[in-house]
């Protein structure tokens, strides 16, 4: 890129080694799992070879009530919780933008969630506090004298779910806004105050453009991890009950580790990923070129 | 007034959010509160109650010891290669002579953002051919690839952020490209690329995924004890609060202190100034 050492001997060389273990791992086995969705392989059965049976498993796929459910699943947590844990996420960073003692303090407290593993996440908020029998949950309806809510049934599970991945992930994205409000040019929000706008106004016309580009890369990262999600539905839910709380990550894994149908594991993958692809392209299209500086 | 009034909230508002970021994070402290507790506090929650390391003396066993050690082994070697194999790749990107260096970095940032399970069938068919199934060498060879491109996308924004002239300088001065590296790219760039190792280590700790589909035994990780903690003694809150605290012990610690310069690495390139 930049031009101090044209007159060296190449050095590119340098980047193969890491470029190899990358294409090793993520390329060309996605290449492979391709050509698996074209194949009909039942690992539990080594007495029917893998054969190619064409559109087959996406036509079941795309004939299956469960599949769909699914889908809307998937676009339900990523969505919901995108767009609940941005907005919590910017209060938060409004919030948290001041200076007082111990505000560092409270700021890693508050982000701490965000560096918890999913397993514990679903463990702990399934058990100690969501448990309907002896959780908080339970006391606490008690308490009210209400009967406790089983979050984990069919009606609420998604949801649930929902909830936790916020809680998990809007940390993240207010670390992202927080850092975009420090950002901000002083001058600007000085001469505002000094026009007379309110609070409100100042929120609404200065802040909230200026954090564009970070509500941008906020927007970005949640969506794709958000997506991905997996391990807090697996330890809570299994999915269920049904595939009430299955994402398109965990239908991948059940169809592949529990029925064993490699070849429609394969092509839940392939729809999963040209999925992702294409959100991030809709939602992002204008991000522009990321290497681009001033 | 006004301004006497707001000074004199002042540390009113400090506690207010000091109490709102421990509300937000209560369930991580009730946990850990629980592993101090006896089983019969824990469930249903009792207010008062005696602090015990009872939990901790029963869950501190060969089976968590085993998965602890795999998880800091295999993290800690996956860190390692991460930056052994990604801190030249994007020296290359920014320094190098790629023809396209542009694309080339934004085929590494598109590669983080690929969901794990595109791959996990062919990788399972793959690995159980070569006998890798449930070992740590696999473990790190796949960290390190899911490792290596998050490091390129924060490590090339640290290292453009050198500016030309100093390197020029040094050039000026003899230095060849080692050497110009050694001396003045790499004391710049050290404490991005550190920061972005942790976001690695705490990525690659935390990993569930590949984790439970490829180990058993061998080379579980503290995921997979946690999972399976919850399967099989899921009544035993106690223990498994104490079980998790010592899971996100490590993690958290590092997340407590460095979450500001986590954010930078991210942010420098993707946000435009």
């Given at each position: ?294 | ?170 050039r000026i001065d003899g230095c060849d490209r080692w050497q110009a590296f050694r001396y003045v790219i790499f004391p710049a760039v050290r404490g991005g690329v550190a920061s972005a190792l942790m976001l690695v ?73």
């Open positions: 890129m930049f031009a101090v050492f044209r007159k060296e001997k190449r050095v590119n060389w340098l980047e193969a080694p890491g470029l190899a273990v990358v294409l090793v791992v993520t390329q060309i086995p996605f290449v492979v799992t391709i050509a698996l969705s074209f194949v009909n392989w039942n690992i539990k059965r080594p007495d029917l070879d893998p054969s190619f049976n064409g559109l087959d498993n996406y036509r079941f796929l795309f004939s299956d009530g469960d599949f769909y459910r699914v889908i809307w699943n998937t676009f339900i947590i990523t969505g919901v919780s995108l767009v609940v844990g941005l907005a919590l996420a910017f209060l938060l960073a409004l919030a948290f933008n001041r200076d007082f003692r111990g505000v560092a303090v409270a700021r890693s407290i508050l982000v701490m969630p965000y560096f918890v593993m999913e397993p514990v996440i679903g463990i702990v908020w399934k058990t100690l506090i969501l448990s309907p029998t002896f959780g908080l949950n339970a006391a606490l309806s008690k308490l009210f004298g209400v009967d406790a809510t089983s979050f984990f049934d069919s009606k609420h599970a998604l949801w649930t779910i929902v909830i936790l991945c916020v809680w998990q992930w809007t940390p993240f994205l207010f670390l992202i806004l927080l850092s975009g409000l420090q950002s901000m040019p002083e001058e600007v929000l000085e001469a505002a105050k000094v026009d007379g706008a309110s609070r409100l106004q100042q929120i609404i016309y200065f802040k909230l453009p200026l954090l564009k580009p970070y509500f941008k890369v906020a927007g970005m990262f949640g969506l794709i991890n958000l997506l991905k999600v997996f391990g807090v539905i697996f330890v809570t839910t299994q999915g269920g009950p049904g595939v009430a709380s299955a994402n398109l990550s965990y239908y991948v894994y059940r169809t592949g580790f529990y029925d064993w149908q490699v070849g429609r594991a394969a092509a839940i993958s392939v729809v999963m990923v040209a999925l992702t692809l294409l959100l991030v392209n809709i939602v992002f299209r204008f991000q522009g070129d990321v290497t681009k500086r001033s | 007034m006004r301004v006497s009034r707001s000074r004199r909230l002042r540390p009113l508002i400090g506690a207010g959010l000091l109490a709102l970021a421990v509300v937000y994070a209560f369930p991580i402290f009730y946990m850990v509160l629980s592993s101090f507790k006896n089983e019969r506090d824990v469930a249903p929650p009792r207010l008062a109650f005696v602090p015990t390391l009872d939990n901790y003396r029963e869950v501190i066993n060969p089976d968590l010891v085993q998965h602890l050690t795999n998880s800091i082994v295999i993290t800690l070697c996956a860190v390692a290669l991460t930056a052994l194999l990604g801190v030249p790749i994007a020296y290359v990107i920014v320094y190098g002579r790629l023809r396209k260096p542009t694309s080339r970095y934004n085929w590494y940032v598109t590669t983080t953002l690929l969901p794990a399970v595109a791959v996990i069938m062919p990788l399972y068919v793959i690995v159980t051919k070569a006998g890798l199934l449930d070992s740590r060498a696999l473990m790190v060879l796949l960290y390190t690839a899911t490792g290596v491109p998050l490091l390129v996308w924060m490590c090339v924004t640290y290292m453009m952020d050198v500016p030309v002239s100093i390197i020029e300088a040094a280590f705490v990525v690659t700790w935390n990993e569930f995924l590949f984790a439970t589909a490829y180990t058993f035994t061998q080379a579980g990780t503290l995921p997979v004890f946690m999972n399976r903690y919850m399967t099989q003694q899921g009544l035993f809150w106690g223990k498994m609060s104490a079980a998790a605290t010592i899971a996100i012990l490590i993690p958290v610690i590092l997340g407590f202190f460095a979450q500001k310069s986590l954010i930078k690495g991210l942010l420098t390139g993707a946000v435009k100034e």
